[in-house]
């Protein structure tokens, strides 16, 4: 692990990047998304039809 630092400062030194460079465009923002109460119960499955089993049969509640 030692050698490949010290390759990596050299190289830096060489090319006269630093570290603080290379690490800032690493930085990902995240989005944010915004979600309506409507959408949300819509991914919770709120809405959608219920299934029973009776008797042997599948019967929609």
């Known amino acids: 692990m ?3 630092s010290d390759e990596l400062k050299n ?3 060489q090319n006269s ?3 603080q460079e ?3 465009k690493e930085v990902i923002k995240k989005y944010k998304e915004k979600l309506s109460k409507h959408d949300i119960k819509e991914l ?3 809405n959608r039809p219920i299934y029973r089993r009776t008797r042997g049969s599948l019967r929609q509640r």
Do not use: E, P, Y
Request: net charge neutral; proline share 0%; hydrophobic share 45%.
């Open 11 to 13: 190289w830096s030194k």
């Open 2 to 4: 030692g050698q490949l």
């Open 44 to 46: 919770m499955g709120i």
């Open 22 to 24: 290379i690490a800032d």
């Open 17 to 19: 990047i630093s570290h």
